[in-house]
């Protein structure tokens, strides 16, 4: 099973980089390959860098202010939640590839609806932390009983 | 991390990352989801990719009208799904990358070798879905900062991307099997060192990232649905609304106003060395019909709308040519992609194959492809080609 995934794997992705070097002139394939180089680059060296400092910020945060674990729990939903779509929306946002001649392409108010993202993650976040879905009173619980599997109810406190 | 004053500034090291959400057990739920994800994106962006051959080796059935715009709502809900997931998936194990190999020697070790392909592989994984992820997103808006092809690179790429991805559960098939016969909390897989608790308990984060997925599937890519339009307040587009069906390229971008707007257009339509030539009073003297048909386009939007015009089978039976001929069309569009397209033998048999002279009730627009336009079911945006200035019966 494993050999024949890896097989048809590689045939596949062979396939791809055929049709790349195929249908593309050079430039054009060099330039393909550097974009995916420097996606990977981004991503490893900036964004998840920034992530953990994120994260440290946070925990800091929440050790300092001495707020519960529900609230913790809240603003890293809301930051995971509003953090990711925004990332995801950065051409809306940023009015990339508009064109006056074509009013239909970007035609709604994205600042007013990214305030109403932040406000839904904060909402969500908020209503999953203290439903008790995110996090527990006592965390680390179902870690001590060595060998024992169990499906814990998460909110059985 | 760990030891963040003081110290020296140095690479870090796979244990000193200790949350114990950076785990395999998260790694391979989130994973699944986001393989879900990839495979229908692929799945549906060949579909698209076939849709748009000029001569499909097997036609393309005319109904249901609606599936391609479900194709490619399917593609880009699916796509904008991923990157959370992608994002979440790589923050579980971004501490992987940082784990030492094996020394090389003089002689490459079968597990050096084992090592660089498993970590190449991934690589190309991980290069090959940024780059998926980052392009289709961009295209969304119509936004090309690069200079390859976006349809040739965005295809290709898809096949490897693919491909990396059944070479990458291939190689992780054991772990996946014994991470998902065991409980989300169960620490058999993880890194002796990923013990600290985090402010989310697993299941949290699992729930966050589900959670994510579809806030930014239906906030940026609802668009492409009608039912979903209300909600995707960061769509580039509207599926309908009070701004009427959305244009990909204008009357201005395609440069094509002078043209379109000449009083002296006609239609030409030719079979072998037969022809007729139709002034847009003389088409709106046929017999018209009208006909509601969603128009989808390959970047991801769909609209329906309701097309009033002559049916393309009647124009065709005026040069006594078979209803079910294969019919060349072309635009006064003189250059850019969507100038010309072919309808294949059922398409142009279809009742609800039209050259369009209203949309939903008024003159066509000159954006919308005023005199006339070509509407059939089933068909990519692009092929619904605007500003007609010929028809021709191939065979």
Redesign the interface.
Known sequence: ??????G??????????W??VS??DA???R??VL???V??IV??LV??PL??GLG?V??EL?RRTGVG?RV??A???AL??LG??T???????G?????P????????D?G???W??AG??VL??TA?AFTG????ER??R??RGPGA????R?HGS | MSSPGGQRVRVPRADDFGSRLRSAALAVRVGRLLGVCFALAFVTGVISHYAQLDRPPLPIPTSPAWGYRVNQALHVLSGTAAVPLLLVKLWTVYPLLFTRGPRPGLVPSRALVRVVLERGSIAVLVGSALFQLSTGLANVTQWYPWSFSFRGSHYAMAWIAIGSLLVHIGVKLPLIRSVLSRDLDDTGADRPTAVAPGLLTRRGLLRTTWLTAATAAVVSAGGTLSVLDRFAVLSARRSGGPDGLPINRSAEEADVVEAASAGDWTCQIWYGDRSVDLRRAELEQMTQHTVTLPIACVEGWSASATWTGVRVRDLVALTDAPANAEVAVTSLQRRGGARASVLPPNVTADDRTLLALRLNGAVLSLDHGYPARVIAPNRPGVLQTKWVQRLEVVR
Do not use: K
């Open positions: 099973m494993r050999g024949l995934l890896v048809i794997g590689v045939a596949v992705a062979g396939y791809g980089g049709l790349l249908t593309q430039a054009a394939v330039a393909t974009w995916a180089v996606a990977v991503h490893d964004l998840a992530v953990i440290w946070v925990r929440v674990g913790a729990a603003l890293v939903a995971v939640v990711s779509v990332l995801v929306a950065v051409p809306v946002l009015g990339f590839g508009a064109d001649r074509d009013p239909t392409l970007l035609p709604r994205y007013a609806g990214w109403l993202v839904f993650s969500a976040g999953l879905l995110l996090s527990e965390p680390g179902s870690d599997p169990r499906r814990r998460p």
